[in-house]
């Protein structure tokens, strides 16, 4: 049980200002995930007290810190967004200033502002059982800080936010331009009428080439080897016709559910039969691309669709882009950066004053704290991750993690569903604490994610795993989740349950 509510009387330490000591929730992360969680426990907890911390000066997580030309969404917004509060915009592919505008919104509609406190990051959470709370210690502009709380509830994303991924290019201290990772874009950087190289054949090269093209670059898109691109109209024609017939609610839960069973669908096709998959993606390209550009050389991929994650492009922005001759592409392995730009191993030099590294993310679970319990220190790459929520053996936790084959907050919305029902469960029965037993997991351990992006690969032994069957299973499958939400009970063999007074020693075997 996390029994006491708000309107009990407590002590108040605060550096909260106001709000409760401990805490029942603390919430970090001001993201998708963070602010769905802060929704979901204001719909279905409202006794509970909690507050929210953010790292950053402002709301909106990924679509605060990347400000690259051209920064949109790849999956559907109708499915990105939140259920509760549907994306209305006819525009299914939004830019990230409207995502960041659609979370600020949705927390000042919620009336979330007064719990959250930005420019608060967590540096470390410490568990004790004697006490059943978390002691969380905070950095902030003012110093250090300390909040407890009895149940800690990550939303702080993946990856490290100071740094992305930059491979080491022999020679790049050589070269005589500016080089560019596009998650520290500089507010300064003119591109008109230069020749900007974007190394990368992710989400982001694909979103960046059509958009400095337009801006005036003359731009090369190079790859050392070939993605799945497909395109995908950015309106949603069947949206705005629904909603001028039919009330919104309905509206906006058709479209959502239009795209839920679109991605399903075209995932288990991809992943049941890959050949047809592959050479309808393959002819697509052929047919946007037209004849002056090689598709077997620079968008035939040796592995299968949804191995690594297919892009997504609106409207061919990218095709058009390269049969226009507003961009070009090339594929092969980098040999080093000279003084004027880029040789190839192949001996091919592209000439640049600007090179983009859109060579991806450097995975990190946690936010970067150090987490404790009773002192150990918790290494999520020892952990298995049970229903895909928590880390095995850490008591009164969440960690929100989305899906790498649909949108992120339709997993992350579950997530907060389900840890709503705990936490009320908890409080029904007088429990206390609440602890996911890795032993009962069994033997079988396997990859959290099963992509073979190197930014996946690269974070494998950081990463927490999952076990062999479920709850231990992470699916990657909205419809079965929603499914065994619904028809499953909280409690289960795996997650032990405690009292007052009771500790992890009388459970854990
Ligand atoms: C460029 C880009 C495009 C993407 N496009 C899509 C897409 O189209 N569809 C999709 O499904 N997914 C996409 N993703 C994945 C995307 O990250 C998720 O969709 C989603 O935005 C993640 O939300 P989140 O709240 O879980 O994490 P984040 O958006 O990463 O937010 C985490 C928040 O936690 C804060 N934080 C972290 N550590 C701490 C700490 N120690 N203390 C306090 N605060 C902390 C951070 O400052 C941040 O505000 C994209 C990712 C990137 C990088």
């Known amino acids: 049980m996390l029994p006491e509510s708000e309107s009990r009387d407590r002590p108040t330490l605060n550096p909260l200002g ?106 470390r959470a410490d568990w004790c059982s004697r006490d059943q709370l978390w002691t969380v210690g905070l950095a902030t502009a003012e110093g250090g800080r ?67 093209a337009d801006r005036g670059a003359m731009v090369t898109m190079l790859q050392r080897s070939p993605t799945y691109i497909v395109s995908r109209p950015r309106h949603d024609d069947l949206g705005a016709r629904l909603r001028r017939r039919l009330p919104g609610w309905l509206a906006a839960a058709l479209v959502r559910w239009k795209y839920i069973g679109w991605s399903l669908l075209t995932y288990q096709l991809a992943r049941r039969r890959p050949e047809t998959v592959k050479r309808r993606i393959i002819e697509a390209a052929r047919a946007a691309l037209g004849d002056g550009i090689d598709v077997s050389r620079h968008f035939t991929p040796t592995y299968a669709p949804w191995d690594q994650r297919v892009c997504l492009v609106p409207d061919g922005d990218l ?47 946690l936010g970067g704290m150090e987490m404790r319990v009773d002192g150990a220190l918790v290494n999520p790459g020892d952990r298995l991750l049970y229903q895909g929520m928590m880390l095995g053996d850490v008591p009164n936790h969440a960690l929100a993690m989305g899906y ?34 890795q032993a009962a997991a069994g033997d079988g351990r396997e990859p959290l994610l099963g992509f073979a992006s190197g930014y996946v690969l690269r974070a494998r032994p950081h990463m927490p795993g999952q076990g062999s069957r479920p709850p231990w299973r992470v699916r990657q499958n909205y419809l079965a989740d929603l499914a065994a939400f619904h028809l499953s009970s909280p409690r289960d063999a795996a997650l032990a349950f405690l009292r007052p007074g009771q500790s992890l020693k009388d459970i854990t075997p």
């Open 18 to 123: 106001g709000l409760p000591d401990p805490l029942d929730v603390l919430i970090v992360g001001a993201g998708l995930s963070g602010i769905d969680a802060a929704c979901r426990l204001t719909l279905h907890c409202p006794r509970k007290s909690w507050a929210l911390v953010e790292a950053r000066d402002r709301i909106g997580g990924t679509w605060d810190l990347f400000r690259y030309p051209g920064i949109r969404s790849d999956s559907d917004m109708h499915t990105l967004g939140f259920p509760f509060r549907p994306w209305q915009a006819d525009a299914s592919i939004a830019d990230g200033p409207a995502i960041r505008d659609y979370i600020e919104d949705t927390a000042s509609e919620f009336g979330l502002m007064p719990r959250i406190r930005l420019g608060w990051r967590v540096t």
């Open 146 to 212: 300390k909040v407890r709380c009895r149940f800690l509830y990550l939303c702080s994303g993946y990856y490290r936010y100071d740094q992305g991924h930059t491979p080491v290019f022999p020679g790049a201290e050589d070269f005589r331009g500016r080089i560019v990772h596009p998650q520290h874009w500089p507010e300064d950087l003119e591109v008109k009428g230069r020749r900007v190289v974007v190394i990368g054949s992710g989400a982001t090269a694909v979103t960046l080439v059509p958009a400095l």
């Open 319 to 365: 095709f058009t882009a390269l049969k226009t001759g507003a961009a070009e592409i090339a594929t092969g392995r980098i040999a080093r950066f000279t003084p004027i730009g880029i040789r190839l191993e192949s001996g091919e030099e592209i000439d640049a004053d600007v090179i983009i590294t859109a060579t991806g993310l450097e995975m990190r679970l």
């Open 404 to 437: 790498v084959n649909a949108s992120w907050t339709l997993k992350c919305d579950l997530t907060a569903r389900a840890v709503c029902r705990l936490l009320n469960r908890m409080e029904r029965h007088g429990h206390t604490v609440c602890v996911p037993r």
